[in-house]
């Protein structure tokens, strides 16, 4: 079993639209989740971290955790073009190592 | 404030050669990591440093040494170089705190092997 498993995509949504991005994880004793964007051909770059459960917002951007699930989402509000990228979940069990999977590819269509 | 720099930024390389990836921060980050990017396989860990004078295997780190030269300063060598590691590999590093363990990416070095 992976240790972050998410739907390699491709996810398809309109522009305009909410995109929601999925990810699940193994180890119950993570702390620290993150989302990073990564363009085709860029390296990765962070969009949000949440470190508690609940969600955290950050302009068009909301991140939510449930920890007792193993549970990680991100939602993007009103999809633009420029969305379009793979999403990587990332997780940390707080020992110096993140553990990433293996991204959602998403397409936001004019 | 460049953060991550890594050189080169593509290499190609034959069968057996040998080569040393660099990679430094300006962030005073204690810690620093190196990936190995190949499709459908996403970000997989190579050796990480969580502070100077140290180093640990990660998920792959067969055919690979590293070398934290300083605390800026965390390199990567090929001893003998394999097809199998054509790949695009990126330096990152992060800190304990705040922002904890958040990563900072190089924009990476693409390899290939012939």
């Known amino acids: 079993q992976k240790e972050v498993e998410q739907n390699s995509g491709p996810l398809s949504v309109p522009e305009g639209a909410i995109a929601s991005l999925n990810c699940t994880y193994s180890?119950?004793?993570?702390?620290?989740f993150f989302w990073y964007r990564q363009y085709s051909g860029k390296s990765p770059e962070l969009i949000m971290s949440?470190?508690?459960?609940g969600d955290k917002e950050d302009g068009r951007f909301t991140a939510q955790l449930n920890k007792a699930s193993q549970y990680v989402s991100l939602l993007i509000r009103d999809s633009q073009p420029s969305d379009s990228a793979t999403y990587l979940c990332?997780?940390?069990?707080?020992?110096?190592?993140?553990?990433f999977g293996t991204g959602t590819k998403l397409q936001v269509i004019p | 404030n460049a953060g991550v720099t890594q050189t080169p930024k593509f290499q190609v390389l034959k069968t057996g050669q040998s080569m040393t990836l660099q990679c430094a921060q300006d962030?005073?980050?204690?810690?620093m990591y190196w990936y190995r990017q190949d499709p459908g396989m996403g970000l997989r860990l190579i050796y990480y440093?969580?502070?100077?004078?140290?180093?640990d295997k990660g998920e792959v780190p067969n055919g690979y040494n590293v070398s934290r030269l300083n605390k800026r300063e965390f390199s990567l060598r090929l001893e003998s170089a394999a097809p199998s590691q054509t790949s695009v590999y990126f330096c990152?590093?992060?800190?304990?705190?705040?922002?904890?363990?958040?990563?900072?990416f190089g924009a990476g070095t693409r390899l290939s092997v012939l």
């Open positions: 962030m005073n980050h204690n810690s």
């Open positions: 180890d119950r004793v993570s702390q620290s």
């Open positions: 990332a997780v940390s069990g707080g020992y110096q190592k993140v553990t």
């Open positions: 949440i470190y508690s459960n």
């Open positions: 440093s969580a502070s100077e004078g140290t180093t």
């Open positions: 990152a590093s992060s800190e304990v705190g705040t922002d904890q363990y958040i990563q900072y």
